[in-house]
C-alpha cells in the first residue's frame, strides 16, 4: 500500500511539471511582456515543493510504524519471557512444598508411634471396624422402626380387608332381606346382619319392625331400647318403639315418641297417616296435632 501511495505521487509530481513546462513553452512571453510582469510582481514566482514534503511525511510514518512494530515486538517477546519464569518458580515451589508435607507428615508419624506399616494397618482397621459398628447399630435401630411400621401397616391393612368383608356380606344381606317377603326369614337375616355388626342401630330397628310385623312386641321394645341406648339421636328406633307402644294402648309413651322420632328424622311426618300401627291414635287430639304440624 506504501508503495502504491509513493507511485501515485510521483506520477502526479511529474504530471504537473510536464503540464507546466508545457504551458511556459507555448506561452513564450517577450522580453517587454517579461519587464512588465517583473515591475508588477507583488510575490514570490515560486512554491515550496509539496510533493517533496508528502513524500517525506510517508517516510517518517514508516519509519515510526517499522519502530513500533521492533518495541512491541520486544514487549511481547518479555512478556512471554516473565510468565515462563513465572510458571516455573511456582512449579519449584509447589514441588518443595509438597516434599516439605511429606517430611513432616512421615516425622509426626515416627513421633507419634506409627513407625511401621503394620501400626498404620492395624490403627486404620480399628477406625474402619468402629465407624462400620456404629452405621450398622444405626440401621439396625432403623430396620427395626420400619418393621414395627410394617407390622403396623399389615395390621391395619388386614383389618381393612375384614371390614371390606364384612361390609360386602352385610350388604348382600341386605340386599336379601328387602326381597325376603317372609317377616321370619327376615329376622334371621337381621340376626345374621348382627353376627357381623352387633351394633348396627338401622339392622335393630328393621328387626324391631318384623318382630312387629309378628305381633312380639316386648321384644321389638327392647330392641328398641337396645338401638336409642347405643344412638340416641337415630330417630326410627324411637318411631319404631311408638309403634309398639301405640299397637299396646300405650299412648303417652307413644306420642312422646313420635315427637322424638320426629326431632331426630323430620321426614317420616310423611308417614305418621299411613303407619297402620298409629290406628289407635288417629282420634287423639295431641296426635292430631302432631300430624297438623302444630305446637302442642
Excluded at 501400626?119 to 482397621?125: A, F
Excluded at 356380606?169 to 336379601?176: D, Y
Excluded at 321389638?220 to 318411631?239: H, K, T, V
Amino acid at each position: 500500500m506504501r508503495y502504491y501511495l509513493y507511485f501515485v505521487c510521483v506520477c502526479f509530481t511529474l504530471f504537473i511539471s510536464s503540464t507546466y513546462a508545457a504551458e511556459q513553452v507555448s506561452q513564450a512571453p517577450t522580453a517587454q511582456q517579461e519587464q512588465q510582469a517583473l515591475e508588477q510582481l507583488k510575490e514570490p514566482m515560486y512554491k515550496p515543493l509539496m510533493e517533496r514534503y508528502i513524500l517525506d511525511e510517508l517516510k517518517a510514518v514508516r519509519q515510526d510504524q517499522q519502530k513500533l512494530r521492533e518495541d512491541v515486538t520486544k514487549q511481547v517477546t518479555h512478556a512471554q519471557l516473565d510468565t515462563a519464569d513465572r510458571a516455573l518458580t511456582y512449579t519449584t515451589d509447589t514441588i518443595n512444598n509438597v516434599f516439605f508435607i511429606i517430611t513432616a507428615t512421615a516425622s509426626i508419624l515416627v513421633l507419634v508411634g506409627w513407625n511401621s506399616l503394620r501400626d498404620v494397618k492395624n490403627k486404620v482397621e480399628d477406625i474402619v471396624n468402629t465407624r462400620v459398628s456404629v452405621i450398622t447399630d444405626e440401621y439396625e435401630d432403623r430396620l427395626k422402626i420400619l418393621e414395627e411400621k410394617l407390622r403396623v401397616r399389615s395390621e391395619e391393612i388386614l383389618s381393612n380387608q375384614e371390614r371390606i368383608s364384612v361390609t360386602n356380606e352385610v350388604h348382600s344381606l341386605w340386599m336379601r332381606a328387602n326381597l325376603e317377603s317372609d317377616f321370619a326369614n327376615k329376622i334371621e337375616i337381621f340376626d345374621e346382619i348382627l353376627n357381623r355388626k352387633p351394633e348396627d342401630v338401622e339392622a335393630i330397628a328393621y328387626k324391631a319392625d318384623a318382630l312387629l310385623e309378628i305381633n312380639e312386641t316386648a321384644q321389638a321394645i327392647e330392641l328398641c331400647n337396645q338401638a336409642i341406648d347405643i344412638d340416641s339421636d337415630y330417630g326410627y328406633a324411637y318411631w319404631q318403639r311408638a309403634c309398639a307402644y301405640a299397637l299396646t294402648h300405650k299412648h303417652a309413651d307413644a306420642l312422646a315418641d313420635i315427637k322424638m322420632a320426629l326431632e331426630y328424622s323430620p321426614n317420616l311426618r310423611n308417614e305418621l297417616l299411613h303407619e297402620s300401627a298409629f290406628a289407635s291414635l288417629h282420634d287423639n287430639d295431641s296426635f292430631n296435632i302432631i300430624v297438623a304440624g302444630e305446637q302442642a
